[in-house]
């Protein structure tokens, strides 16, 4: 089997899936949002609230993040009050679950301050700490160094 990575100037990146994510999730507001989306937070001022950053730079990422399909505005009305919207996760939102996970994994490992983590995810089920895993879909867990990159139907050779 070709490995990829053995003649990698024989490929281009430009049709490259984490840039594209990037793209989509690559700023830092992005990603907080999203950690706090997926912690259950939905309404615009619990937004600016929690994440810290402004009203205007909120409201422009959200917009964002509805048009890239992350999330969904949805209308509510408290009484006696205006229309308002609070967002919801959509199914592609829910599914940077995993990246969210290995990113604050990795954060609590290498960037955690000296008290520690801030927040510890537990299984629900049994109350062990939840990890970001690589596993193949025969379900076996991978290590990096037991991964082949061979070519998708997206790849671009170069001549």
């Known amino acids: 089997m070709e490995d990829l990575r053995d003649d990698r100037d024989s490929w281009s990146n430009t049709n490259c899936s984490v840039a594209r994510a990037m793209d989509i999730v690559g700023s830092r507001s992005t990603l907080l949002i999203m950690r706090d989306a997926l912690l259950g937070t939905r309404r615009f001022d619990d937004f600016v609230r929690r994440v810290g950053i402004g009203e ?3 409201a422009s990422r959200l917009k964002e993040m509805v048009a890239a399909g992350l999330l969904e505005r949805i209308p509510y009305r408290e009484p006696g009050q205006r229309t308002r919207h609070e967002y919801q996760l959509t199914t592609k939102g829910r599914e940077l679950l995993p990246v969210i996970t290995a990113l604050r994994n990795w954060g609590d490992a290498w960037a955690a301050d000296d008290a520690g983590p801030p927040i510890i995810a537990l299984h629900h089920d049994c109350g062990e700490p939840v990890r970001a895993v ?12 037991d991964i082949d990159i061979t070519a998708g139907p997206g790849l671009i050779r170069r001549d």
């Open 56 to 58: 205007p730079a909120i």
């Open 134 to 145: 690589l596993r193949c879909a025969a379900g076996h867990d991978v290590d990096s160094g």
